[in-house]
């Protein structure tokens, strides 16, 4: 089993920041992709960014020069540094992890990022 347990989301104006964590427990395999999506109120749930083993980092039209997806090995964290945050940012934002060695893919409870005009 993996847990995953995202903080960080909260209350920003336009062109602020927020930097999001997601903390992972469980069996992490070596293979593996980690991501970060978001849901806006009466969307879909859509990918932000996300990052795989020995290919690097993949992000949507919507985060590339804002964004940056890491990982932080000795805090067993996913990390999503949000940069000139918009309105259109607005959304529960949820961690991921899926593998070839998982049967499921795996989310956490998602955290709200609001960004005010």
């Known amino acids: 089993q993996v847990q995953l347990v995202e903080s960080g989301g909260g209350l920003v104006q336009a062109g602020g920041l927020l930097r999001l964590s997601c903390v992972f427990s469980?069996?992490?395999?070596?293979?593996?992709?980690l991501g970060w999506y978001r849901q806006a109120p009466g969307g879909q749930r859509e990918l932000v960014a996300d990052?795989?083993?020995?290919?690097?980092?993949n992000y949507a039209n919507s985060a590339k020069g804002r964004f940056a997806i890491f990982r932080d090995d000795a805090k067993n964290t996913l990390n999503l540094q949000m940069n000139s945050l918009t309105p259109e940012d607005t959304a529960v934002y949820y961690c991921?992890?899926?593998?070839?060695?998982?049967?499921?893919?795996?989310w956490g409870q998602g955290t709200q990022v609001t960004v005010s005009s």
């Open positions: 469980g069996t992490i395999f070596s293979i593996v992709t």
């Open positions: 990052i795989t083993s020995g290919r690097g980092a």
């Open positions: 991921n992890v899926r593998s070839p060695y998982l049967r499921d893919e795996y």
